[in-house]
């Protein structure tokens, strides 16, 4: 088994992931489509596709439980580590990596500023924050984690 999913491969994969979500979209990232599908064609983020930092780690598990399959018939079968698949080892096991990305709510503070410029010009209406998210972590709106990679709104 490889060391890793070539550039190549993952490429090819992330412009397929970009297709399933919308046939028609000429980008090739998965973290461009996701903000074109949510601000300009106001899907809800159910219906845009993962980060790429998440479909990285997803590839990496599947090439993971490929390699498992493709040695199910061999007496003895050498197994990469799977913490470089993808996995993670907690107490109660090997659970997955879902992404490598920083938890969208406690970043969002330092990402929205309530109705910026920027905002106002990139986001739909309806998703702009209130000044209270600022105070209150816990119920903050979507546009936080739309990027796989955040940058910081400009204040107003």
Not at 97 to 105: F, G, I, K, R
Not at 136 to 152: I, K, R, Y
């Amino acid at each position: 088994m490889p060391s890793e999913v070539s550039e190549e491969s993952r490429l090819l994969l992330e412009r397929f992931v970009v297709l399933m979500y919308d046939r028609t979209s000429e980008n090739t990232e998965v973290n461009d489509a996701r903000k074109q599908l949510f601000t300009q064609k106001s899907r809800t983020l159910e219906n845009i596709p993962p980060t790429q930092a998440a479909l990285k780690e997803h590839i990496k598990r599947t090439c993971y439980q490929a390699n498992c399959w493709n040695q199910a018939l061999v007496l003895d079968p050498e197994m990469p580590e799977p913490s470089d698949w993808g996995w993670t080892k907690e107490r109660t096991g090997w659970q997955p990596l879902w992404t490598t990305l920083p938890e969208a709510s406690k970043l969002c503070h330092e990402l929205i500023r309530c109705r910026s410029r920027l905002a106002a010009r990139s986001l739909p209406q309806a998703y702009l924050s209130p000044c209270s998210t600022l105070r209150q972590p816990s119920s903050v709106t979507p546009p936080c984690f739309l990027a796989g990679t955040p940058l910081p709104l400009s204040p107003p």
